[in-house]
């Protein structure tokens, strides 16, 4: 690799020659202030804000897409980049709408911290000769809002849609100081084909797009004495809540989770860990069915946001989807049509918050053919970031809490290790081959672009299963299966959870240094367990003696619908 010589701030530095001036200074541990840039996603020199001087150059330049030459000399810390940064500073405030008190990023703001740091006074605002533009809110959807008012038109959303979805759902519309971020005419986010797969929150240095608040229903919950209230907490929450109050990425808060949880006046707490195990038996029979009567292929997934790409993108494919309920609603469902009765409480008063790391939970959660008997199986989905300001509310410092065990009844009765792996391929395989007295085998996966293929013997047949991993390549491997040909009995997607619109937001510089995901899996990884096997088999015994097993199948398992979506 050819690799060049250059000097910045006087500091000498030999980088590969494919690097960017931003790239070598990161290289010598010089941080060149960035709003807009997102590494190898939004590359575009919006936002003016990562100026150096070049020698022998005329005037300032993006140091984000500016090309190294052999001996070139860069400052990047004089007056005149300082006023610069400040001017375009300014301008940004000033269309900017400042709550910072009521904000969800009032703690992890890349915008405000520039602000900060350069001391910039928002010199605009109340000027009689400038006018602000008007301020949008999107918040027709369950589960993302969309505040121009806080938009600072970076386009990191924009890019990361794109780039991880290929759906193109949000794009910038009108000119000039009428411009914003949305759907085509900030059309409605329920039909605009957005998936929820939450990457453009995370993709954002403000709170311009944000997840859909519950909090202050699930606050009012707590508060009303009549009812049970529940968290069905996800096992992710565990290694990224404490982000949001200081800590490492990744670092275990596992029992200051469950003593926050206390502390804020929840009455029982459940790990939907037990649920996964009992989804794995459904989905396990379902496969089943689906060899016997050659209805194939079966698809399914953990993750919410893999129903509203089928349903909007694939639709043809709805009678061949996996109808087993996800681990959230399979949690809410338990508790309420069997555990409550149980415990002894009356079900029409017992309310579950699930918290999760995805925002697709909650437009899961809201769909009104999500529920059993006329209850919903989860009230409340709040994400991980919602639940850390939640906890900041009602001053509640997680790192200064005791560390405490699951507590409750129901923690008791359904305690059963965590799972990190975000694939149930091959444990659903496994429990098929059990229930058919087969004995089971390990895949021994191919790998091709975003997608592990492998085969497996099942009810006296070879069938070929697949595993496809992220978002960007659904539709690729849709489009490859349609125009090849190719024949699967079993595919299912694997979305990371880790990284979920719901997870703490880290800063750009961050997610381009840091290996975030794994960081936090790996931390997971170490609170592993083995399935309790006993717990699963005893909850799904005494599920089938208490409603039987039509009953089961109406509570464990849901429906799909086609959506049409605005283009």
């Not at 605002?125 to 970076?154: A, E, P």
């Not at 790391?357 to 989905?381: M, Q, W």
């Amino acid at each position: 690799m050819e690799k060049v010589t250059i000097k910045i701030n006087g500091q000498e530095v030999t980088v590969p020659k494919d690097f960017t001036v931003m790239e070598a200074a990161d290289e010598l541990g010089i941080h060149v202030p960035r709003l807009c840039f997102l590494k190898d996603i939004n590359e575009t020199s919006a936002c003016r804000l990562c100026v150096v001087d070049v020698k022998n150059m005329r005037g300032l330049k993006n140091s984000c897409t500016l090309s190294l030459i052999d001996g070139m000399e860069v400052d990047t810390d004089t007056e005149e980049i300082h006023d610069s940064i400040v001017a375009n500073l300014e301008l940004l405030a000033s269309n900017h709408i400042f709550e910072c008190w009521a904000c969800e990023r009032e703690s992890n703001c890349e915008f405000l911290d520039l602000m900060r740091k350069f001391n910039v006074e928002n010199s605009y605002d109340g000027n009689r000769f400038f006018t602000k533009k008007d301020r949008q809110i999107n918040d027709t959807s369950s589960s993302i809002v969309l505040d121009s008012g806080k938009c600072i038109l970076c386009g990191r959303c924009v890019s990361a849609c794109n780039h991880y979805t290929n759906l193109g759902v949000l794009d910038f519309n009108e000119r000039g100081n009428e411009t914003y971020v949305g759907p085509a005419l900030f059309h409605s986010m329920e039909d605009s084909g957005c998936i929820y797969c939450g990457k453009c929150i995370q993709s954002c240095p403000t709170a311009a797009i944000k997840e859909k608040s519950h909090t202050n229903e699930v606050i009012d919950s707590l508060n009303d004495k009549s009812k049970i209230v529940v968290a069905a907490v996800d096992p992710s929450v565990r290694v990224t809540l404490g982000e949001d109050f200081g800590t490492e990425i990744g670092e275990n808060v596992e029992g200051k989770l469950f003593a926050s949880l206390q502390s804020l006046g929840f009455d029982e707490v459940i790990d939907t860990s037990l649920a996964t195990e009992l989804s794995i038996q459904e989905e396990a029979k379902d496969l089943i069915e689906s060899i016997k009567s050659k209805k194939l292929p079966l698809y399914t997934s953990k993750a919410p946001g893999w129903i509203n790409y089928i349903e909007q993108y694939e639709s043809e494919l709805l009678e061949n989807i996996s109808s087993k309920k996800s681990e959230q609603l399979i949690t809410g469902v338990l508790v309420k049509h069997h555990y409550a009765e149980k415990l002894g409480y009356n079900k029409e008063n017992v309310v579950v918050v699930s918290i999760m790391p995805t925002i697709s939970s909650k437009d899961e959660c809201s769909r009104p053919h999500n529920e059993f008997a006329g209850l919903k199986d989860v009230d409340y989905s709040l994400t991980t970031k919602e639940y850390a300001r939640l906890l900041k509310r009602k001053n509640i410092t997680l790192l200064k809490l005791e560390d405490a065990k699951p507590y409750g009844e129901l923690a008791n009765l359904t305690n059963n290790p965590i799972r990190v792996e975000n694939s149930v391929l091959q444990d659903t395989l496994t429990a098929a081959s059990n229930i058919l007295g087969e004995t089971p085998q390990e895949l021994d996966f191919k790998n091709t672009k975003g997608v592990k293929e492998a085969t497996y013997k099942l009810a006296g047949k070879s069938i070929n299963v697949a595993l496809v991993h992220g978002n960007i390549n659904i539709k690729e491997f849709f489009t490859k299966m349609k125009k090849t040909k190719k024949s699967y009995h079993y595919v299912e997607y694997m979305g990371s959870l880790l990284d979920g619109g719901g997870s703490p937001i880290r800063s750009a510089y961050e997610q381009q240094t840091l290996p975030i995901n794994e960081i936090r899996e790996e931390s997971l990884r170490k609170l592993q367990g083995e399935v309790n096997k006993e717990a699963v088999t005893s909850a799904y015994t005494e599920l089938l003696k208490q409603v039987g097993e039509e009953k089961i199948d109406n509570m464990l398992h849901t429906s799909y619908h086609e959506r049409s979506f605005y283009k």
